[in-house]
Every structure is written in C-alpha cells, then in structure tokens.
C-alpha cells in the first residue's frame, strides 16, 4: 500500500449525490413520457455523463437532447444538490489522513463538470483539501471509461500513473482508472454488489472510508 498520489473520483465516494441527480433526470424524463423508478435511472445513468447516452435518452423520449434540456437539468441538478448534498460517511477525516501522509499529492479525478465538483465539495468542506487539483471530464478530449482525467490528475501531481491509487465507485470510472495504469480501490458501501466492481479491474473493494487510513505512503 505504498502509493505515492490517491486519486478520487467525486459523485458517490466524496459526496452523496448520485441519488440527487438521477432523482432530476428522473423527473424530467418523466416530463418527456419516459417513466422509471430511482432505482433503474441509477443503473442506467450512473458513471455516465448525461451528453454521453444522447442516443438513448432520444431514442426513449422520442425528443431531440437540445442545449436548453441539458441548461434547465443543470439549474434543477444545481438546485437540489445545493439543498441536499452531504458528504460521505467517513471520508473527511480519510482525506486529511491522506493529504498529510501524501504531502498534498491528492486529486480529484471526476467525469462531472467542474462548476459542479467545485461546487459540491465547497458545500461539504472539502474543497480546501484538493483547490489546485481539480480534474473534470468535460475539459479532456475524452471522458471516463477514457483514462484521459486521470492521466491529467498524475501528470500534475508529477506521479507515475503506476504509483497512483485510484478510488472508485463505479465499472466505468474503475475502467478509466486501470486504462491509465493505476491501483484502483471500489467503494462497495453496505449492499453494494462488489463482483462487477472487482471484475472492471478493481484489485480490492472497501465498505467504509475508515480502511483509507491504513494507507501509510
């Protein structure tokens, strides 16, 4: 467990936002005549940019993914995250333990814009921890399953992508982060299913963000 940078993603391992969000495009494809429960939209649409399954939010809807859509859900996305967001269990005294152990080599390596990320970790208290080292899909050639954020976030750290370990919580971030070389770790909460996670390519799952803290780098 000798890493020399920790590499997080965001959505569902620093905050708790995965449910808010999917619960507004819930809504909204609802508006459009598409119905499903919390549970399928999250199946469907975690790990993934919204621009990234235009052809099957049109092929549902029957509707064209316009600019005005994606601005209004997200204002709402915004809106709700701002009212409900909270941190995840645990993980603001992992990421101090490891900002001190790692000598600031940590980084936020997340497939959501970065208005949000910023916003989100502001909310929670975390935002002082990775100012700097901010890494957002929207702003490399390719998003996650791509490696290209993570690469990003291991090339400003100066950090082998070799010597880097990875937190995950989903197929498609794991996929991006091994693509670019590096540990990855699952965050598999309570019932989370761990095998899919374990066969993306992740080399172990965790359940609390308690076990970060045993990484001595």
């Given at each position: 467990?000798?890493f020399e940078?920790?590499l997080?993603?965001?959505?569902g391992?620093?905050?708790?936002?995965e449910?808010?969000?999917c619960?507004v495009l819930?809504?909204m494809?609802?508006a459009?005549?598409w119905?499903?429960t919390?549970a399928?939209c999250?199946q469907?649409?975690?790990?993934h940019t919204v621009k990234?399954q235009?052809?099957v939010?049109?092929?549902?809807t029957?509707q064209?993914l316009?600019?005005?859509?994606?601005a209004?859900f997200?204002?709402?996305?915004?809106?709700r995250?701002?009212?409900?967001?909270?941190?995840?269990?645990?993980?603001?005294?992992?990421?101090?333990?490891l900002?001190e152990?790692?000598?600031?080599?940590?980084?936020v390596?997340?497939?959501?814009?970065?208005?949000?990320?910023?916003?989100?970790?502001?909310?929670?208290g975390?935002?002082?921890?990775?100012?700097?080292?901010i890494f957002s899909g929207?702003?490399?050639?390719?998003?996650?399953p791509?490696p290209?954020?993570?690469?990003a976030?291991?090339?400003?750290?100066q950090?082998?992508p070799a010597?880097?370990?990875v937190v995950e919580?989903?197929?498609v971030g794991?996929?991006?982060g091994?693509?670019?070389?590096?540990?990855?770790?699952a965050y598999?909460p309570?019932?989370?299913?761990?095998?899919?996670?374990?066969?993306?390519?992740a080399s172990?799952?965790?359940?609390?963000?308690?076990?970060?803290?045993l990484?001595?780098?």
């Amino acid at each position: 467990m000798n890493f020399e940078a920790i590499l997080f993603d965001c959505d569902g391992v620093l905050v708790d936002s995965e449910a808010i969000t999917c619960g507004v495009l819930r809504d909204m494809f609802e508006a459009q005549g598409w119905r499903m429960t919390l549970a399928e939209c999250m199946q469907r649409f975690v790990g993934h940019t919204v621009k990234s399954q235009r052809s099957v939010i049109e092929a549902h809807t029957g509707q064209p993914l316009t600019d005005e859509w994606l601005a209004d859900f997200y204002a709402l996305r915004n809106e709700r995250l701002t009212q409900s967001i909270t941190a995840i269990e645990g993980v603001h005294e992992a990421v101090a333990h490891l900002h001190e152990h790692c000598q600031g080599r940590i980084a936020v390596a997340s497939g959501a814009d970065r208005l949000k990320i910023e916003m989100m970790l502001k909310q929670v208290g975390l935002l002082s921890f990775f100012e700097g080292r901010i890494f957002s899909g929207h702003e490399m050639p390719r998003s996650k399953p791509y490696p290209d954020v993570y690469l990003a976030a291991a090339a400003h750290l100066q950090i082998d992508p070799a010597r880097c370990l990875v937190v995950e919580d989903t197929t498609v971030g794991i996929t991006a982060g091994v693509a670019a070389g590096a540990t990855v770790w699952a965050y598999a909460p309570g019932s989370t299913p761990r095998q899919p996670l374990l066969d993306a390519g992740a080399s172990q799952s965790f359940q609390h963000m308690d076990e970060l803290r045993l990484i001595k780098p």
